[in-house]
């Protein structure tokens, strides 16, 4: 399935997570990093919340000391 995270498409297969779908734009683990992650409509969204074929989603890295910036 096809979808956008911070405006890049990004391929999944179907019944990944948003935890995944992070993973494979950052190439880092999801949960290394403290994340903010809203839907379309800026309702919140869990690392474990699924995703469906066309889903846009904006991930914002929670400031912490220490932490890489990867997007």
Known sequence: MRVF???KEIT???GMTVRHAIS????AA?????WNVSDRWGNSVGLDGALQ???C???EKVPC?????LF
């Open 57 to 59: 989603i904006t991930v």
């Open 12 to 14: 999944l297969a179907k």
């Open 30 to 34: 999801a949960d290394s990093v403290n």
């Open 53 to 55: 074929e066309g889903d």
């Open 24 to 27: 494979a734009l950052s190439g």
């Open 65 to 69: 000391s220490g932490a890489e910036q």
């Open 5 to 7: 995270v911070n405006g």
